[in-house]
């Protein structure tokens, strides 16, 4: 096993030890128990140390201990370092002890060498502190120094009671003595390994709860010590010696415990912000107060130096200021054109639409102006043939253009190739989007190509029942759909066919559940041979089972599904019950095909032919069995996208129908261009009451349908003299309430085998 893997175990706590690891710890724990004991039991000599026990005993466990903590390190992936600084730690006491026994006692003036020693060893006690309390999330360095300044001033609240007491207390003289440094530092630690379990919420790993421990136990000694060598009254070898091996103990002790990372979520800011200033407040009040009661200098050098800190803490704190306004600037502009993103436009015009709407008009909340939406097609062309960053230079150079001709107004890339612009001034919104439109008219200058887009435009204005930022994005977005489905162009969003309109917009939330709760159910219509009558197909018809509303028809949805975004999914779940419902049929032995309804929108979706054979394919449907019905305008859109679609859907063999042909003016080249293979004459030139018209326009989409190799259907077909008519033209199919209204799956089945 490597190092690192090992580590990885250590590291997640696993409590099993190696066998040698064990060995050691309990070797360890005998000699640390038997000096233990020692200190209580066994007199030492009066020059306060005893060669057994405080030279070999004490050294054995001490270097058994320190040889654990190095085998910690060694197995710790991430946190070794501080494990080794721990064992330097050790190593270092352990020298400055025998120092102190050894040298000092032997009268050599050693005391600055030993405290010169101990003095080194707290610096790795800091570091390794430093580096093992942040398990599991960095702490930033303004953590630490908070911990710093609270360690600096809670020693001096704590030395400003312990001395102050009698002005001149005797144990003022300490200061001289490096002996009080000591408890202070251990008081500093502590704060620093605190500050560090801050983050984690103060709940510490198994072995940074025995590191407190440690710095507690030594603490403690450190004070007694201290306050002894002031006393004059401090001798070796005493049990008070037992503090500093519990705490050299404890930290031997952590190093055979599991240290897990251990992630908290973030703390809230009110605690980061408010302990600095706390504790910068406490620190000036004991400035002031030692000043004017001339209390102990000690107690004001460590408010200073708290104070110290806290500038570097402010200094910390303002780069963390500007991090975030950065942070904060960048997270409302696009990464792409540098315009405003999303957000940023959403925040804008929710301050228009709440502030600027109230300041002109005190008591209506309409704020002049408008939403200008400009949406750019053909930028995907580019993506899929030059690749991404072609794309990406496009939406640049498009950004280029409009910003200025949109000025002073605040321009913003919503996402993919749809640009919002906010204009304030009621005057100013046509020529806005005129501008915006006229600016993308010319070529597009790519460094291999120029291209033209196609720019659609949809205008919003906010209206008194159009006021949030929501309903005023979706009107704009409603009429950038109408005029991408004119081709090209504006179009203002009309408040009177308001779709915003509250029951609309609750329709659409409500087709939400509806398509989950398979609200949506069909009913099919015959097409029957004019020849010979019989039922050759069925027309799939969605209709809605509103839970309140009653029964809806495609009219009263289809369209709100359309500008919900919801249309895939209602295509979605008529194509699948249409195929489960004819593969019904087919097994039951009856010979259809059935024919459905897409919406435009659908044929500008490229995962439809994908689709459309997952779902064949799911019911062991061939796909001439399956007829797709799209009206003339659907593709008129985009009419690359669109033809592309039906071309693709073509290939998979299924068949293709132009529905509703006649009623919507489209071009006779387009149509020629679009492979079909049937023709859905219109309903309404059946209703014609010009006999001679009502027949030209039959036999002319009659002659048109045999020319482009398509089977002409007629709709709508009502009565006899409407069947008759037929027949003497030649048209092959019929449909319409002459031979049944749209029946249930069930009835449609009988329905044939009846005819
Ligand atoms: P469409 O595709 O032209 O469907 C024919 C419509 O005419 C149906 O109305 C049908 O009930 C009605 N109809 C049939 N025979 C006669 C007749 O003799 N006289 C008259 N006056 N009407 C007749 P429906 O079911 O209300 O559908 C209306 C339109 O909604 C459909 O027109 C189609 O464009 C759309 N639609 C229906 N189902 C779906 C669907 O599943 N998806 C999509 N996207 N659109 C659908
Ligand atoms: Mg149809
Ligand atoms: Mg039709």
Not at 136 to 163: E, N, W
């Amino acid at each position: 096993m490597t190092a690192a893997g090992r580590g990885s175990l250590a590291e997640r706590g696993d409590p099993a030890q190696p066998t040698h690891v064990r060995l050691l710890a309990a070797g360890t724990a005998v000699l640390f128990l038997a000096y233990s004991a020692s200190l209580v039991l066994v007199q030492r000599p009066a020059d306060g140390a005893d060669v057994l026990w405080d030279g070999v005993v004490y050294s054995a466990w001490m270097l058994m201990g320190i040889a654990i903590v190095i085998g910690r390190g060694r197995v710790s992936a991430t946190v070794g370092l501080g494990w080794y600084l721990f064992a330097a730690y050790l190593a270092l006491n352990l020298g400055a002890d025998l120092i102190f026994m050894y040298v000092d006692s032997s009268g050599g003036g050693a005391l600055v060498v030993s405290d010169f020693v101990y003095l080194t060893a707290y610096l790795f006690l800091g570091g390794g502190l430093v580096i093992l309390s942040q398990r599991g999330r960095t702490v930033s360095p303004a953590a630490r120094i908070d911990g710093l300044m609270l360690g600096l001033t809670a020693s001096a609240v704590f030395l400003l009671f312990y001395l102050s007491k009698d002005p001149v207390d005797p144990r003022v003289a300490g200061m001289e003595s490096p002996a009080l440094l000591y408890p202070v530092l251990d008081v500093v630690f502590l704060m620093i390994v605190l500050a560090g379990l801050a983050p984690l919420h103060f709940r510490p790993t198994p072995a940074t709860w025995v590191i407190v421990i440690s710095i507690v136990a030594a603490g403690v000694g450190d004070f007694i010590y201290y306050s002894q060598v002031t006393a004059d009254t401090y001798v070796g070898g005493t049990p008070l010696e037992l503090t500093w091996a519990i705490s050299n103990a404890a930290i031997i002790t952590a190093a055979l415990l599991p240290n897990p990372y251990n992630y908290r979520p973030r703390l809230s800011r009110r605690w980061t912000v408010f302990t600095p200033a706390a504790v910068s407040l406490v620190a000036v009040g004991l400035l002031a107060w030692t000043l004017i009661a001339s209390g102990p200098l000690l107690v004001s050098a460590l408010a200073l130096g708290a104070l110290a800190l806290a500038s570097v803490r402010l200094i910390l704190t303002m780069a963390d200021l500007r991090r975030a306004g950065e942070g904060y600037e960048q997270a409302r502009q696009d990464y792409l054109t540098g315009l405003m993103n999303r957000r940023g436009f959403s925040e804008l015009a929710a301050h228009w639409l709440t502030t600027v709407g109230q300041d002109v008009e005190p008591n209506g909340s309409v704020p002049p102006g408008g939403l200008v939406l400009i949406g750019v097609s053909r930028v995907r062309e580019v993506v899929d043939s030059l690749g991404r960053e072609a794309g990406d230079e496009l939406l640049r150079a498009i950004a280029q253009r409009l910003q200025p001709v949109v000025a002073p107004f605040p321009l913003a890339r919503l996402e993919g190739s749809e640009f919002a612009d906010l204009v304030t001034s009621s005057a100013q919104v046509d020529d806005v989007a005129q501008a915006a439109v006229a600016a993308l008219d010319a070529p597009v200058q790519l460094s291999r190509l120029s291209f033209r887009v196609i720019t659609c435009v949809g205008v919003a204005r906010p209206t008194a029942r159009m006021t949030n930022l929501e309903s005023c994005l979706r009107a704009a977005d409603v009429a950038l759909t109408q005029a991408r489905h004119r081709g090209q162009g504006i179009v203002e969003f009309d408040p009177t066919d308001d779709p915003a309109d509250d029951s609309t917009l609750g329709l659409m939330a409500e087709l939400h559940s509806g398509l989950k709760q398979d609200e949506l159910v069909m009913v099919f219509q015959p097409l029957v041979r004019v020849r010979d009558r019989r039922v050759t197909g069925a027309e799939a018809l969605v209709r809605w089972h509103h839970p309140t509303r009653g029964l809806l028809l495609p009219d009263q949805f289809i369209g709100a599904a359309e500008q919900a975004g919801l249309i895939g999914r209602v295509t979605q779940s008529v194509l699948r019950q249409s195929c489960v419902v004819l593969r019904d049929w087919l097994d039951s032995g009856l010979d259809l095909w059935m024919s459905v309804n897409i919406s435009g929108i659908d044929l500008m979706d490229e995962n439809l032919p994908s689709m459309v054979t997952d779902v064949l394919a799911a019911h062991g449907l061939p796909a001439h069995r399956l007829v797709l019905e799209i009206t003339e305008t659907a593709i008129g859109a985009d009419p690359e996208r669109g033809l592309r679609t039906v071309a693709a859907l073509r290939d998979l063999g299924v068949r293709i129908a132009i529905d509703d042909f006649g009623v919507d003016y489209s071009s006779l080249a387009q149509l020629m261009d679009t492979p079909v293979d049937e023709i859905k004459l219109d309903g309404r030139f059946l209703r014609t009451s010009d006999t001679a018209k009502r027949e030209a326009a039959v036999s002319a989409t009659h002659d048109l349908a045999s020319a482009m190799g398509a089977t002409m259907v007629a709709e709508g077909v009502e009565d006899a003299a409407d069947f008759e008519l037929l027949g003497r033209l030649g048209c092959e199919l019929a449909q319409g309430y002459y031979f049944t209204k749209p029946l249930s799956a069930e009835a449609f089945a009988d329905f044939c085998r009846r005819s």
